[in-house]
């Protein structure tokens, strides 16, 4: 198979009439789909916001639009209306991690952490919930999904330039929240 065959674009097409193909683009994208989804709503939701997301994607499939060799921002653009309809779970879940410092995803990686990192992590997390949904999606696309500005901006449905301002505010929120935390030592 040639590069070109094995794009994401050319998978999507493939699968419209080999529907099993769409396998290919689950097993490329999931496992980072997962974590970013878990980052925003904790792991309990994570499997089951996933499934939803590729169970979209394969229904819309023959709307992708095959100039883009990359689903990547489709596809997150996708789960992020998802996670849109458990903002408030999102918010609750940040609530919880600012109060108990405990995040399941990274505790699970990590049996230690540093008290400077979980006191960053409580208050990144609280300016988290503060920060407006679209502001946070931009930043979360950005830092969690290793997203480009035009990734984002494809994936939510935006211009650039709003891509831009949306994270210009929620970066000075974050640091602003951040430098009101005390720092201990």
């Known amino acids: 198979m040639t590069t070109e065959e094995c794009t994401d674009a050319a998978v999507i097409l493939r699968s419209r009439s080999d529907?099993?193909?769409?396998?290919?683009?689950?097993?490329?994208?999931?496992?980072?789909?997962?974590?970013?989804?878990?980052?925003?709503?904790?792991?309990?939701l994570a499997d089951d916001v996933v499934a939803d997301a590729f169970l979209v994607?394969?229904?819309?499939?023959?709307?992708?639009?095959?100039?883009?060799?990359?689903?990547?921002?489709?596809?997150?653009?996708?789960?992020?209306?998802l996670v849109g309809r458990?903002?408030?779970?999102?918010?609750?879940?940040?609530?919880?991690?600012?109060?108990?410092?405990?995040?399941?995803?990274?505790?699970?990686?990590s049996d230690r952490v540093d008290e400077q990192v979980t006191a960053t992590q409580v208050g990144l997390a609280a300016a988290l919930a503060d920060i407006s949904p679209g502001d946070r999606e931009v930043l979360l696309l950005i830092?969690?999904?290793?997203?480009?500005?035009?990734?984002?901006?494809?994936?939510?449905?935006?211009?650039i330039g709003t891509v831009r301002s949306r994270l210009h505010r929620a970066r000075t929120r974050t640091r602003l929240a951040l430098r009101e935390e005390p720092i201990d030592g």
């Open 19 to 44: 529907p099993e193909c769409f396998a290919l683009l689950f097993d490329r994208h999931a496992p980072a789909l997962r974590r970013y989804v878990a980052r925003r709503l904790g792991p309990s």
């Open 57 to 81: 994607a394969f229904r819309r499939r023959a709307r992708y639009d095959p100039a883009h060799p990359d689903a990547r921002p489709w596809l997150y653009g996708i789960a992020a209306r």
């Open 86 to 109: 458990h903002r408030r779970a999102e918010v609750r879940f940040y609530q919880a991690l600012a109060r108990t410092g405990v995040d399941e995803v990274v505790a699970s990686c």
């Open 143 to 159: 830092a969690w999904a290793d997203m480009s500005y035009d990734e984002v901006a494809r994936a939510l449905g935006i211009p």
